[in-house]
């Protein structure tokens, strides 16, 4: 369904700081994700580094996907929010 | 489309942490227990692999359910979008898979917090304790998905915070722990078992699909679909690289391999009361959010079969008050119980992997043919567009298909099982459909005709006028 809303300043401002608010909830779990991620990798593979060490590159190659895929995901996600927020009326 | 549309009854009430907790609460469990069979195949070195491409798969996977769930906003999820992209063969199969797999998942469950309460009760039974597990959730389900979600919620966000205190703990050295364990247990047989491993590795993420299962009833599904969906995906990724850790770090690996409760037990083997205590409780929580999400999910699927008359029509009446699919919900208790007590509990459980498995490959299938028919992105059709498509959706593909291959060591007959069922499936709901000639009708959600349509109706057109003029 779409909305024909009418945007003042004060919608538009309280929008803007609800989009901040989802925005830096997932910046912030990507960049736990991405530390949980290298503390462990680096801890399994550095202990068992005489193992690992003939195929450590798939460790890298599958770390990278996951991270690249859903870092461009999650700005995707964040881009649909932005672009739909007013027409959909997201935060009311 | 069906024309029976009690769908417009079910309450649009649901926001992102809804669809967080159901996503992540029906998988966390997965993290307490069982994602540990791939360090018995594969070692510490093996379940970390198994946990990285198992991962890449349900990244991609949960971008396609996003993609999907925020543009059609059906109950239905997988099934749905296989019966509007692929055709009924696919989707009656896809709807039965997720049907099978999440209702297995409730009845594992439901036993398993039986079994904890008679570990803390002595006096307690199993059998009256999983009919009151089930039959309670059933309940709560039945009066209204946001009570149910909302404690789902709760109950998810203990059993994870258990984990990452846990984790920091033993990170920053509060915890004794033994390096030498990661070492020891590394790669036990040896390159194979790096391959094998791989057959667990979906115990990490098993069910975040199902997230995106309650768009019909979400407030805003173009945005809490994607954004739920998302943060659930991160949620479980951290998740299992902690979990992995804190486990590999304090069991041995041939313990780790055949425990029961690891995360549980690495905290018995840290000596710490308030872990122990914080992992059992999470234990004992993270079943019952899994079992409380699989009702909400399993109930859904048959409700959507019900409504596009797969299965009797009489399961998708909406409740008058609760607004919720009451008979869909209700049926579940009967069939969970029977899975319960079937005595073939791990045949079950295997079972609904592989049932898992094939919505992981029909669910990326189903994205590219919906990227084929609707190319176009517009607010109606498409508010969310994943990235990198539909080349990721190939690569999810492929390696759901060499997760299933794996499943031939230890499981053969269950993946022969699950591919007669569903092939009979398939080819049964196909010609059952091809005679009652039911047609997507796009108008009714507003979209337009797919690419293509207008060639196909004037193929119909000008043979029907052969034939005419013959």
Known sequence: MLSSVTINPEMEKKYHSKLNGDSVLVVGMLALLIGVELFVIGKIVGATWEIASNFYYLYVIFFGLIVVVETIGCLRVRDSIKKHMFEFTYYD | ?470
Not at chain 2, 23 to 42: D, P, R
Not at chain 2, 51 to 61: C, D, H, P, Q, S
Not at chain 2, 92 to 99: E, K, M, P, R
Request: glycine share 8%.
């Open chain 2, 1 to 470: 489309m069906s024309e029976n549309h009690e769908s417009a009854s079910l309450v649009k009430t649901l926001r992102p942490f809804h669809v967080w907790a159901l996503g992540v609460g029906i998988v966390l469990v997965g993290e307490y227990m069982g994602w540990n069979f791939t360090v018995a195949k594969g070692g510490v070195l093996g379940s970390l692999l198994a946990m990285l491409v198992a991962g890449t798969m349900y990244v991609i996977i949960s971008l396609c359910a996003s993609e999907l769930g925020s543009s059609t906003k059906l109950a239905g999820g997988p099934y749905d979008w296989a019966r509007l992209f692929i055709g009924p063969g696919a989707a009656a199969s896809v709807g039965l898979a997720v049907y099978m797999e999440y209702i297995a998942l409730e009845a594992a469950d439901a036993i398993v917090v039986a079994f904890i309460a008679q570990s803390i009760f002595p006096e307690l039974q199993v059998f009256p304790i999983t009919l009151l597990v089930i039959a309670l959730l059933t309940f709560i389900n039945y009066r209204g998905v946001v009570a149910a979600l909302t404690l789902n919620f709760v109950l998810t966000m203990i059993a994870f915070i258990a984990i990452v205190v846990f984790f920091f703990a033993t990170a920053f050295g509060t915890v004794d722990i033994h390096p030498e364990y990661l070492f020891q247990g590394a790669l036990p047989n040896g390159m194979i078992g790096l391959f094998a491993a791989l057959q667990f590795g979906p115990w990490f993420y098993l069910g975040i699909e199902g997230a995106a299962m309650c768009a019909e009833e979400c407030k805003h599904p173009s945005r809490a679909v994607p954004l739920g969906q998302q943060a659930g995906m991160i949620t479980l990724l951290i998740g299992a690289a902690m979990t992995l850790y804190l486990c590999a770090v304090l069991i041995p690996a041939d313990m780790l391999g055949v425990s029961v409760y690891p995360l549980f037990e690495a905290a018995q083997n840290s000596g710490v009361f308030i872990f122990i205590a914080a992992l059992g409780l999470g234990t004992f929580l993270t079943c019952v959010a899994s079992a409380n999400g699989c009702v909400c999910d399993s109930s859904r699927s048959w409700f959507a079969l019900s409504r596009d008359h797969y299965v009797s029509s009489w399961f998708s009446a909406v409740h008058p008050r609760y607004n919720t699919p009451y008979r869909a919900v209700i049926f579940t208790m009967p069939v969970a119980i029977g899975f319960a007590f079937s005595g073939f509990l791990d045949q079950v459980i295997t079972f609904s992997i592989v049932s898992g498995l094939l919505c992981y490959v029909l669910i990326p299938f189903a994205l590219i043919r919906f990227r084929n028919l609707f190319p176009e992105t517009t607010s109606k059709v498409r508010p969310f567009a994943g990235p990198l498509q539909p080349f990721i959706a190939y690569f999810a593909i492929a390696i759901a298909i060499t997760i299933l291959s794996t499943l031939f060591w230890g499981y053969k007959y269950n993946l022969i099982f699950g591919f007669v069922f569903y092939g009979i499936a398939y080819f049964y709901f196909s010609h059952k459909h091809k005679t009652s000639k039911a047609e997507n009708n796009w108008a009714e959600m507003g979209w337009p005709e797919p690419k293509g349509s207008e060639n196909a109706r004037i193929g119909k057109e000008v043979m029907g006028v052969e034939f005419s003029d013959d």
